[in-house]
């Protein structure tokens, strides 16, 4: 592959300690050099901001978003960002697009490509639904993908962690990794997936799930243990108990000190807290709740056992979906919305429900707020992942817009000030004059989600790092984000460079090529189990498939044919 | 003799996973727990009547079929696709998904509409969902957890011959361990059919009152029964009390629904009727719904078109762009507009199963095929092109009627083209020929 | 309180046409739908078999008598989309209101094509009339040539 060298640009790059320099990048072979030959092809950056390519760390990409789909035509026509949403055309190179919140897979690679992003991490797979997961990633071009396979309400986790039997439960995370081509072990609300297949839930750590001699507790602190036992790059990716209740927080605050006791096999954080906006609030009810950001960020900023992502909610219609069956059932009888259930057999449960968030409810305002405070009150960037948690707290393609009011407080008190009065007693938001600069907003959307998720060659433009450069038209030495955010957004929309793999890919905001991206996946079972091990799980799978799933153990796992550009990594084993 | 095991059946929504199939000398010799239909699928391979050759028809619809190339078919299906102004493509149920993303790409290229045979099936489902959503759970969900299942316009035994066995009534699970002993089962149709011969109650509606009979049990689960008239879609209110009762007696309730649903009046609002009557049970009892899709890919296709187009089915791609109107863009409605001039379909017969009025204009316009066997859609097709038989001489993906995918296998070895290589050549044939004209 | 079977308002024009003097003739509702039969010959609609299975009509017994034909004789089914001639056949077990033709050419010969709007066609309920004829079943290939103009 030819050479590429990009100059003059303004390189922010965290995790080499490159702050804001003018360093040339060199790109050989799709990977990040040191230097490259004299005819190496010259991309002249013009003094524009230069960061690693974007790394979504949790985002529901493949797989549920397709029931999502089906469900909102109008979502399809719906347009509230030109160039990044809505119905086009197709062209000689591109695919039709549609869709805002939920867009065709096409859309998802085109548009997260002219953010600058280039790899994407489905957050909610079962090991049952993998297949079909992969068969979008495979429609979704460009973008590298990772994926997350919800264990939390697993039957034989469930069934191993109540026998005591760790080394099952360690040769069964690493077996359904191989067999759903995953990346890492999500949990959803532990233990309540399971309940809601009797339309019942678990209210908090220590309630019996009803089918298992087991707690939240007991599931945590088991996937945790076996996570690391099999010492997987990334840590478990939790999803509280009694996501979007009032005086959740007790609940976020018990979970966090719960994993204390777990030791990390590596230098990263045991346990990753996903969308926290959703779970840090106060209050007993609709009627005196309140952001608890202050109490979370307090226990985030005196901990290192524990990263976060935001969960950033953007006013306007939404798309939830998640494993977390009984809160969807929640929202869709609240709303009176329309409310699509999966219940997944052995594995765990999923709803979706659409829902429109406003900013003259004091509850989204509220929100809205929460999810801002906990990424300017935590203190370490390192510790914060920027997500909006797409599409259930909003659309990918509004990163931008909320990138921007991480960096300018005057932005986030032009919206503060259209708030309900309601909604003023309730936030610390309008107190915080915090503004993130370019290294810190590189961190939390590059370099943070590469180091959590264990990608080593991901998130950064150190050699040996893949060639995935975003360049914008932002001259950083010369513009004033606080004042200027509505230009430097539309910058960050569409950017004047997205280079993928040492391709370029989306030019001045139009896409440009559509290279296949690769699927990284974890094999732990291969050397990480020994064959006794893989001998009894096997046996016991294979009984458990007679008697309770309604498909044969032979045609289960994930085939080859469906990922097509895999990157296999293998744990050190311990 | 080699048996294959855990071979996929391509006949139904079932998408059962477990025959056993013997194979010699390239022909298949015996079918293992298969039912009567996938058996007949399977084994019928070699008796029915094989598409052996290309054709083409080249004086009008009631010339003969004439064999020729595949290169000379294709190029033929290439060149009506090309010169019509409101094309049609339709079908493609009864294939892999690999092949339906493929039919996908040539709709777009060829600016044509776009649809499955969820047109005549479980269309109104789709829009039942999205006016109301789909409460569902995997079949493996039902078998272990239902205690009352309710068939509603749908005939099992006829349509879907191991559902009973494998994922429902009969079906042994972790919480049903005795199976039939451990349900409930409760049918409701017009018709006293075979599937209502094993079942505890039998609702017999008068035909066109679904949406009458699921309001009634809206009210009676919403403590409205006061309301109700003596009779209601035709039964004594005592019997529909009956069946809210035991709605409201069980743990976990489910509600497998088919034409009798989607195809009666009410069509939608039918499906929406029952989304809504599943949020109601949720309040207090654990209740979900699968619609029981008939072709063994017809869930694969609304899932390919939803993730490659945004939608699921009558999809029209005229303005480059996927739009979506399925009372307007729906095949049955444009054909009888009489607004399609080119027609081409895959793995699904219209000539069939489509109302006589379409078919009319179907004798009116050049129209391809894309089959294994001869059917009604022959005797109008001016290109006929023999596919291999997904499943059995190709392998790909399929989705359960639950939503859940799984690969097929490929049993034999065939000289026919599949039906992905078949649009793919299309697909190369269309751009040559637009390259030529110029067109984007 | 009893209700009547729903009838789309459009049908109300509809007028039966047989007045021949003699010939006994029933108002009925037709409903098409899956048998296992035509599924299993579904592969090879041009046989004897699907012909077996999908050219027939079903009446319960009282019907039958009331129509004066027996079992395998032909009977006229017509709607106000359209005429087929089919055996007829006895599904005891049906009610009197309804007769049954599997689904495939013949039912779709005469069900309703109207979408209401919604894409679905009207293959069940459709009003209809049977009566007896000796006009014979048309085959299959016959059947579909009738379609071209």
């Known amino acids: ?574 | 003799m080699p048996v294959i095991k855990d071979v996929v059946c391509t006949f139904c929504g079932c998408l059962c996973d477990d025959l056993e199939v013997n194979v010699e000398d390239n022909k298949i010799i015996k079918v293992g727990k298969a039912c009567k239909l996938g058996r007949a699928k399977t084994m019928g391979m070699f008796l029915h009547e094989r598409i052996e050759k290309p054709m083409i028809r080249k004086n009008g619809k009631d010339s003969e079929l004439e064999e020729c190339s595949y290169d000379e078919a294709i190029t033929k299906a290439a060149e009506i696709l090309v010169a019509a102004k409101r094309p049609m493509s339709y079908g493609w149920c009864s294939t892999s998904c690999e092949a339906i993303e493929k039919a996908v790409v040539l709709a777009e290229e060829t600016g044509s509409l776009f649809d499955s045979t969820a047109n005549v099936c479980h269309g109104p489902s789709a829009l039942a969902t999205q006016e109301k959503g789909a409460p569902s759970c995997s079949l493996g969900t039902a078998k272990n957890y239902a205690d009352l299942i309710i068939f509603w316009g749908c005939n099992p035994v006829h349509a879907h011959p191991r559902h009973q066995t494998r994922y429902s009534t009969m079906a042994k699970g972790a919480f049903t361990p005795n199976g039939k002993k451990d349900k409930k089962m409760v049918v409701v149709d017009p018709r006293n059919t075979d599937t209502a011969k094993k079942a505890d109650l039998l609702l017999q509606l008068t035909p066109g009152t679904d949406y009458v009979l699921i309001e009634a049990l809206r009210a009676i689960v919403n403590g409205h029964e006061d309301v109700l008239p003596d009779e209601i879609a035709g039964l004594p209110k005592a019997k529909v009390m009956e069946l809210a009762d035991m709605c409201k007696a069980s743990k976990f309730g489910i509600i497998y629904f088919g034409m009798g649903i989607t195809q009666t009046r009410g069509r939608y609002k039918s499906g929406d009727n029952v989304s809504s009557l599943l949020s109601d049970l949720n309040q207090t009892n654990k209740f979900v719904m699968i619609g029981m899709r008939g072709h063994y890919n017809v869930t694969g296709f609304g899932q390919v078109a939803a993730w490659e187009t945004g939608f699921p089915m009558a999809i029209d791609f005229s303005r480059g762009s996927a739009y979506y109107n399925p009372g307007e863009t729906g095949t049955n409605d444009v054909l009888m507009r009489k607004e399609v001039d080119a027609f081409i379909t895959g793995a699904a017969d219209p000539g069939a199963h489509f109302p006589q009025e379409s078919v009319k204009h179907l004798y009116t316009i050049p129209a391809i095929q894309v089959d294994g066997y001869a059917n009604p859609t022959t005797e109008f097709s001016d290109v006929v092109i023999p596919a291999a038989i997904a499943g059995v001489e190709c392998d790909g993906t399929a989705y359960r009627m639950d939503g859940q995918p799984i690969r097929m296998k490929k049993l034999i070895e065939t000289t026919f083209k599949t039906d992905e290589e078949i649009l793919t050549e299309i697909i190369a044939k269309v751009r040559e020929l637009k390259g030529a004209e110029g067109g984007a | 309180m009893t209700h009547k079977p729903f009838i789309d308002i459009r049908i109300v024009t509809y007028n039966i046409k047989s007045t021949v003097k003699g010939v006994r003739m029933i108002e009925t509702i037709l409903i098409s739908a899956r048998t296992i039969d035509q599924g299993a010959t579904l592969e090879e609609k041009t046989s004897q078999a699907y012909f077996d299975a999908a050219a027939y009509c079903e009446l319960n017994e009282g019907n039958l008598e009331a129509l004066g034909v027996s079992v395998d004789q032909n009977v006229k089914v017509a709607t106000a989309h359209g005429m087929v001639v089919l055996p007829a056949k006895i599904d005891a077990r049906l009610p009197d209101d309804i007769v049954f033709i599997p689904m495939g050419p013949w039912a779709n010969a005469i069900v309703d094509p109207d979408t209401c709007g919604c894409g679905m066609p009207g293959f069940k309920g459709v009003p209809a009339t049977v009566e007896a004829t000796t006009d014979p079943v048309l085959s299959m290939k016959e059947l579909m040539a009738t379609y071209m103009e």
Not at chain 1, 69 to 87: K, W
Not at chain 1, 154 to 182: C, F, H, P, T
């Open chain 1, 1 to 574: 592959m030819a050479e590429m060298v990009i100059k003059n640009g303004v390189v922010y790059d965290p995790k080499n300690g490159v702050d804001g320099e003018r360093n040339e990048i060199c790109i050989k072979d799709g990977k990040i050099v040191n230097n490259v030959g004299a005819g190496a092809k010259v991309v002249d950056a013009e003094g524009c901001l230069v960061l690693p390519g974007g790394v979504d760390g949790h985002t529901h990409c493949a797989g549920k978003i397709n029931t999502a789909r089906v469900m909102s035509p109008h979502d399809m026509r719906y347009s509230p960002i030109p160039g990044l949403s809505g119905p086009e055309p197709r062209t000689k190179l591109l695919r039709p697009q549609v869709g805002y919140n939920t867009p065709n897979t096409h859309a998802i690679g085109y548009r997260y490509s002219k953010l600058g992003y280039t790899t994407i991490a489905e957050a909610a797979i079962t090991p049952m639904m993998a297949r079909h997961m992969h068969e979008e990633f495979e429609s979704i071009p460009i973008l590298d993908k990772l994926a997350l396979v919800l264990l939390g309400s697993n039957w034989q986790v469930m069934q191993y962690i109540q026998d005591g039997d760790s080394e099952m439960l360690k040769s069964y995370m690493a077996w359904a990794l191989l067999a759903s081509r995953g990346y890492g072990v999500k949990v959803v609300n532990p233990g309540g997936g399971s309940n809601w297949t009797w339309g019942k839930n678990v209210s908090g750590l220590d309630d019996k799930v009803i089918d298992f001699d087991v707690t939240p507790a007991d599931i945590l602190i088991g996937l945790a243990e076996a996570n690391e036992a099999l010492n997987l790059p990334h840590s478990i990716h939790v999803h509280c108990n009694n996501l979007g209740i009032p005086g959740n927080i007790t609940t976020t605050l018990a979970t966090m000190k719960l994993l204390e006791k777990v030791k990390a096999s590596q230098d990263r954080q045991v346990m990753h807290l996903t969308h926290m906006q959703f779970h840090s609030y106060t209050g007993t009810s609709w009627a005196d709740f309140a952001s608890g950001s202050d109490q979370i960020a307090d226990y985030i900023n005196s901990h290192d056992h524990l990263t976060f992502d935001m969960g950033q909610m953007i006013f306007g219609p939404a798309m939830t979906m998640t494993a977390d069956g009984p809160t969807e059932y929640r929202n869709a009888r609240m709303f009176d919305a329309k409310w699509s259930n999966y219940d997944q057999e052995l594995e765990d449960a999923g709803g979706i429900v659409p829902l429109a968030y406003s900013s003259q409810h004091f509850a989204h305002a509220t929100m809205w707020s929460i999810g801002l405070e906990l990424a300017l009150l935590v203190k370490d960037p390192w510790k914060v992942m920027f997500t909006t948690d797409n599409p259930n707290g909003g659309a990918f393609v509004n990163y931008p817009e909320a990138q921007m009011l991480l960096m300018s407080d005057k932005k986030r008190q032009e919206v503060i000030a259209g708030f309900p009065d309601m909604t003023m007693d309730r936030i610390s938001l309008p107190n915080i004059d915090r503004e993130l600069d370019w290294g810190e907003m590189t961190v939390m959307t590059r370099s943070m989600p590469a180091k959590m998720l264990g990608l080593d060659v991901k998130g950064h433009l150190g050699a040996g790092a893949d060639a995935d450069v975003a360049i914008y038209d932002v001259k950083p030495d010369k513009v004033d984000v606080s004042v200027e955010h509505e230009a430097v957004k539309k910058a960050l929309s569409f950017a004047k460079y997205t280079i993928k793999g040492g391709e370029v890919v989306v030019r001045d905001g139009d896409i440009t090529a559509l290279p296949k991206g690769k699927v990284y996946w974890v094999n732990a079972y291969e050397n990480g189990i020994v064959q006794a091990e893989k001998d009894r799980l096997i046996t016991d799978l294979e009984e458990r498939f007679k008697k309770y799933y309604s498909m044969q153990f032979s045609n289960y796992m994930v085939e080859d044919a469906y990922v097509s550009r895999p990157v296999e990594m293998r744990p050190e084993v311990a």
